[in-house]
């Protein structure tokens, strides 16, 4: 066993001494030793029931002959984040999540590993981890949270999203205070991450589609025993990954993400998956260039219509079959690979034949045929402004705004736009450019859902883009294009960006351009100056000066400048 080097033979004596003075037997110590990553927390509604998933997790490791050792890791609610300085923190917390994860199962060498996350960093950083360290390891998250219901409409469900753009309805005139209230009081009602396709469903949903958690991981809601029996499931079936060998390097192969990728277009997931997918298969090995993103949205129609896009929720999703009938509808139409190997130790065909996946509400998750969109969730353009890339959630865009071309209203903070958009500065076709919030030049790489909910509570999401070389919340809808790379801290052509200068953006066409020549556009960069990092001292200073560009995943550089620090 790979914890021998820590427990095994005369010289481990001190060793074993220290575990029992935690309280382990000879016993426990002789069985294999397996890890539980519990980020378990007061801060977040998705990882405040946690601990009640990390014992489950504990007697199926236990039930199987194994012993479980619990350690934590950090974790941010994004949505507390919002919209000042914590923000910058957000995304790389990622980072450290996946580094404490390494450093805790390199100093006590588990068997195995067991990621207990939820939410929108906490995810991706676990599944990073458990690439980096290769050894069995499975992911049970706590589940998604249940929609409100509107207390002025009690056939309508709601969710944090409503909150947020209830807040620009008020700056409108369109909402009373008092109403804004009630809303707030109801749209989060249960323990779990908030319940719409945002990031952290849209990950836990991704983990389960590229074989790392069960079947029923990424829609299970929080508040369901079902989540409990599911992590004692994940438990026991973590031993029998240990028992045969089989690592996350055999499950995330290339194969392996390319059905993440058809579901995520598929479901319409948020654009920081391409984010968080690019940094994991950074970890695995694995090449995942941005332009095959676009190949798969060419080949993956849009199925579901979940919130902040649409009409569904979580737990609708789960309620007509979830991710096994999302994958079992690919597979059918020859999309996804049945071949890859998943946590269960079977195959994804063996999985979805074993749990018996069907469709049971076609309105909900639709057929093959007869699509909401005729492509995937997800595109990404390219242009003069983004000669690396930007993202941008399609599905969510209203058909109108697909193709538009406006002035450019440019602002160098999202304090700056959002001010500016509360104050009805902002204009019907305009292009609002918010720079220098991308990973370097947050630094952090920052969520800008203030400022989409904003444009959607004043009804301006059919009439005004907005482009950044930050990121959005998975609650962002609209004409909302993100990640543009290179950012405008390393000199990217944003940055060149004057206001008033018109911009182009064609969806279908994957473009996004700059209406200026490309001599104009390095006349402009040749004088452009560098400005002053935002943060000059502590974690994030640090961060900004490894961090790479959004095309690359905002992955960390290593001491010679390339890749990551693996």
């Known amino acids: 066993m790979r914890s021998d080097i820590a427990k095994k033979g005369t010289a481990r004596a001190p060793h074993r001494s220290l575990m029992k003075a935690v309280g382990f037997t000879d016993e426990e110590i002789k069985r294999p030793i397996v890890g539980i990553a519990n980020s378990a927390n007061e801060l977040i509604p998705g990882h405040m029931h946690l601990d009640q998933i990390v014992s489950a997790v504990k007697a199926g490791i236990r039930m199987a002959g194994g012993t479980p050792m619990e350690f934590s890791t950090i974790g941010i609610c994004d949505g507390i984040a919002m919209n000042h300085t914590g923000m910058h923190y957000s995304l790389a917390s990622r980072e450290l999540i996946a580094d404490s994860i390494e450093v805790s199962a390199m100093a006590h060498p588990f068997d195995a590993i067991v990621m207990v996350p939820n939410c929108d960093k906490i995810v991706p950083g676990m599944l990073m981890a458990a690439a980096r360290l290769n050894i069995p390891a499975i992911v049970v998250s706590g589940g998604p949270m249940l929609p409100g219901i509107h207390p002025f409409d009690k056939e309508r469900k709601i ?40 990031t952290a469903n ?91 993103i676009n190949e798969m949205s060419a080949k993956i129609p849009h199925l579901c219509s979940l919130s902040p896009g649409g009409r569904d929720h979580i737990v609708e999703l789960h309620n007509a079959g979830g991710i096994q009938a999302v994958l079992k509808t690919l597979l059918d139409a020859g999309m996804i690979d049945g071949r890859c190997i998943t946590v269960t130790s079977k195959t994804v065909s063996e999985n979805i034949s074993m749990n018996g996946a069907v469709v049971t509400d076609s309105t909900v998750i639709r057929p093959i045929s007869d699509p909401w969109h005729k492509e995937g969730g997800l595109a990404v353009l390219f242009g003069n402004i983004a000669p690396e890339g930007c993202v941008v959630k399609q599905s969510a865009v209203k058909p109108g705004m697909l193709c538009h071309r406006g002035p450019a209203r440019v602002f160098d903070s999202e304090e700056a736009a959002t001010h500016a958009i509360m104050e009805g500065d902002i204009e019907k076709g305009d292009v609002i450019v918010i720079r220098y919030e991308g990973p370097a030049g947050g630094p952090g790489m920052r ?12 009804g301006l999401d059919g009439d005004v883009a907005l482009i950044t070389d930050g990121r959005f919340s998975g609650g962002t809808k609209g004409a909302s294009i993100g990640h543009i790379s290179p950012e405008a801290m390393e000199g990217g052509p944003i ?32 004088s452009w100056t560098r400005p ?35």
Not at 503 to 510: E, H, Q, R, T, V
């Open 202 to 292: 849209s990950m836990n949903c991704l983990t389960e589609a590229i074989g790392m958690g069960l079947p029923g991981n990424g829609t299970i809601p929080a508040p369901m025993s079902r989540r409990l029996r599911l992590a004692k499931e994940a438990g026991m079936a973590v031993m029998e990954l240990l028992d045969k060998g089989i690592t996350p390097g055999r499950i995330m192969t290339s194969e392996a993400f390319s059905n993440a990728l058809a579901v995520d277009m598929a479901l319409g997931c948020s654009t920081n998956t391409v984010l968080h997918l690019k940094a994991i298969a950074h970890e695995a090995g694995i090449a995942l260039d941005l332009s095959f």
């Open 159 to 198: 969710d944090l999203i409503s909150v947020f753009e209830a807040v620009g309805a008020v700056k409108s005139g369109r909402m009373t205070q008092e109403e804004l209230t009630a809303i707030e009081d109801a749209a989060c009602p249960t323990c779990g991450s908030c319940a719409g396709m945002f």
């Open 447 to 458: 969520e800008m859902l203030t400022p989409t909910s904003a444009i959607a509570g004043m």
């Open 532 to 566: 002053e990092p935002k943060i000059k001292t502590g974690y994030m200073a640090r961060y900004a000066k490894m961090v790479t560009s959004a095309g690359n995943g905002a992955v960390l550089k290593s001491i010679s400048g390339q890749g990551d620090l693996k």
């Open 495 to 526: 940055a060149a960006v004057h206001e008033g200068d018109t911009i182009a953006i064609d969806i279908p066409a994957k473009k996004i351009e700059l209406l200026l020549s490309r001599e104009d556009i390095e006349k402009r960069l040749s």
